[in-house]
């Protein structure tokens, strides 16, 4: 069993707290993210979970082993945790052959010769890189060498994977192909992940789960991609998740409004106890039309992108983002010109409070 259990959990340097109070449980097996920006304190998280970090206070579990404790000065090292690691900056090195930086760990832990030879040629086939064992890392992409620094870390079989943003280093279509593989060995091997990143596509496509960290290193919601992306907790999580736009919504005599003197808000927002709130909605989730029902704006800008149209609106004051599907536009007459008006519909939209919206973004 590889559950990961942080209890009560800080970390200071000198007198600035990075993590405090935090807590989190990662159930055995799950392909667990923590996504958040960046310096909120996602490595220093794995650190202490990987032992070259000690908490200034709570206790760290993986399984039934405590292997951080700060209230009894427990701490295993980081070599008796069972853990995998592929770190940020994924080092492989450069000195050694593939089937050499592999069968590092295990020559670490004197793992006999046959056996050892047995187990790297498992782990290179493993990532599919059968065949470029005495390759040195010069000798291969940057894809390659990620699948290097992963099977190193899955040779000594962890019942833990920690990673680290281990696809930053790759491009876009190595990037999602590495985290389909990803997904597919932890799945095959059954092996607990702990995966941190800044990039919310990755985290919605790899977890069960996803934890959002805010930038002073505080959960804000802990949920399956689809709950989070769906039912975010707050303004901070919804803006975290993709582009997000905001538009003010005012209580004054004759009812609601967009901002100031906007149009005229018809459906009363619930009882949120704020006399403005923001209405929190998805470039792709904007309807436009040239007149009719929705709210009045002014096409600011009309970017085409090939498949998409991208516009940017004036609604009450308020610039906001629409993506419309380019096809679309040209069937319905919906290629807006600047400055043209148009009528602005919503398919979706939260309603977040005021005070939710101060560091949303
Ligand atoms: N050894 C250290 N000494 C002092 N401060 C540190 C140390 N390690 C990290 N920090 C600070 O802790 C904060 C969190 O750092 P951390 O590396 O965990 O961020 P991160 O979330 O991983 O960011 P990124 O997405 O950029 O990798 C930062 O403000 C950083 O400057
Ligand atoms: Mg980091």
Not at 78 to 88: A, L
Not at 163 to 168: K, S
Not at 204 to 222: F, N, P, T, Y
Not at 281 to 294: M, T, Y
Request: aromatic residues 6%.
């Amino acid at each position: 069993m590889a559950d990961v259990r942080i209890q009560g959990v800080a970390k200071r340097y000198g007198d600035r707290a990075v993590l405090a109070d935090l807590d989190l449980v990662i159930p055995d097996g799950e392909c667990f993210t923590l996504l958040g920006p960046s310096g909120c304190g996602k490595t220093v998280l794995l650190r202490l979970v990987a032992g070259f970090e000690t908490p200034a206070a709570g206790r760290i579990s993986l399984g039934e082993v405590i292997v951080a404790d700060a209230a009894d000065g427990t701490m295993v090292p980081p070599n008796e945790r069972g853990i995998g690691m592929v770190f940020q900056d994924y080092a492989v090195w450069p000195h050694m052959t593939v089937a050499d930086n592999v069968a590092y760990p295990l020559k670490l832990a004197r793992v006999p010769v046959e056996d050892l030879r047995r187990r790297t040629q498992a782990a290179v086939e493993m990532v599919g890189l059968k065949g470029m064992e005495t390759r040195l890392p010069s000798e291969l992409s940057g894809g390659q060498q990620q699948r290097v620094a992963l099977a190193r870390a899955l040779v000594s079989e962890p019942r833990l994977l920690l990673l680290d943003e281990p696809l930053n280093n790759l491009d876009a279509n190595l990037r999602e192909e590495m985290r389909f593989e990803i997904k597919s060995l932890q799945k095959t091997l059954g092996v607990t992940v702990f995966y941190v990143t800044h990039d919310q596509e990755i985290a919605l496509g790899i977890s069960d789960r996803v934890a959002v960290m805010d930038a002073k290193g505080r959960l804000r919601q802990i949920g399956t991609p689809e709950e989070i992306y769906e039912r975010p907790a707050d303004a901070f999580v919804f803006g975290f998740l993709g582009l997000a736009n905001f538009l003010p919504v005012r209580r004054d005599a004759s009812g609601w409004r967009v901002g100031a003197d906007g149009p005229a808000w018809t459906e009363a927002p619930p009882d949120l106890g704020d006399e403005t709130l923001f209405a929190g909605f998805r470039p792709s989730d904007v309807i436009l039309s040239r007149e009719g029902e929705g709210l009045a704006g002014t096409v600011i800008r009309a970017s085409f992108l090939g498949a998409m149209m991208d516009y940017l609106i004036d609604v009450g004051g308020t610039s906001i983002r629409a993506a419309l599907n380019s096809h679309d536009c040209l069937d319905k007459g919906l290629m807006f010109a600047e400055g043209e008006a148009c009528r602005v519909g919503l398919a979706a939209f939260h309603w977040f409070p005021h005070t939710s919206l101060e560091d949303a973004q």
